[in-house]
């Protein structure tokens, strides 16, 4: 060797020590960081964020697989990253080369994501529970009482008019309780009965308004009255 820097380090390597005899003795660009000229003596540039760089990093933007590249689907990294980092509970994402946790798209409503680096939802919410936006488990949330939940409901729809249900985590709607003869249930989403039938007036059960059916004529029909 004539000179002192003949034989500079390659790309991805570097060397702050003096006597190597050879390049196998530089060593590996360090994890979230880039050596991308020759000839370092310590890594200056931080990886590019949507990339990761564990080691040997010959570029800000590496394509190296497994040792440095395009951050894969379900993580996101930021500038500087060695290890890639999985998308939260209750998200995931497709894309490759995400920059930020916020580009991890919510779970779907109607389905749960119960892990981290998640590239798609795992399935839908069970029976008899309701699933929002985000939801990290098939059990997010109990069916509210008044209201029923199919397997993938995001929204529980409610018991309709003419019956209630003073139960929490109903599956379907013929569970929903026939409103009371005598009685009426006027909206959707009830957990009782809204009050007796009207004086001149009968309920039969599944009514919906308090003069559900005019009493017949010789016949007197006080509050309440079912038939």
């Known amino acids: 060797t004539s000179f002192p820097d003949q034989y500079p380090c390659p790309k991805g390597t570097f060397n702050n020590r003096t006597g ?22 310590y890594p200056i540039r931080p990886c590019s964020a949507g990339y990761f760089c564990r080691q040997s990093a010959d570029s800000t933007t590496p394509s190296l697989g497994s040792l440095a590249d395009t951050c894969p689907a379900g993580s996101y990294c930021p500038e500087q990253t060695a290890e890639p980092i999985g998308c939260p509970e209750g ?25 981290t680096g ?20 098939s059990t997010e949330i ?5 209201y029923y939940c ?16 003073d139960v929490p985590g109903l599956s379907m709607e013929s569970e ?3 409103c009371t003869e005598g009685y009426y249930c ?7 009965v809204t009050g007796p039938c009207k004086e001149g007036y009968y309920c039969p059960t599944r009514s919906s308004v308090e003069t559900q059916i005019i009493c017949p004529e010789a016949r007197h ?7």
């Open 150 to 165: 199919p397997v993938g409901t995001e929204t529980p729809p409610p018991c309709p008019a003419g019956t209630y249900s």
């Open 186 to 192: 006027e909206t959707t989403g009830m957990t009782n």
């Open 221 to 227: 029909c006080p509050t309440g009255s079912a038939r």
């Open 142 to 146: 109990i069916c509210t009482a008044g």
């Open 91 to 115: 998200s995931y994402s497709a894309a490759v080369g995400l920059q930020m946790e916020s580009q991890c798209i919510n779970c779907t409503g109607g389905f749960y994501c119960n892990e």
């Open 176 to 178: 929903c309780t026939n």
């Open 20 to 41: 190597l005899n050879s390049s196998l003795d530089c060593s590996e660009c360090v994890g979230g960081m880039a050596c991308d000229v020759e000839g370092l003596t």
């Open 118 to 137: 998640l590239t798609a939802v795992v399935g839908q919410c069970e029976t008899r529970y309701y699933c929002p936006v985000g939801s990290k488990k």
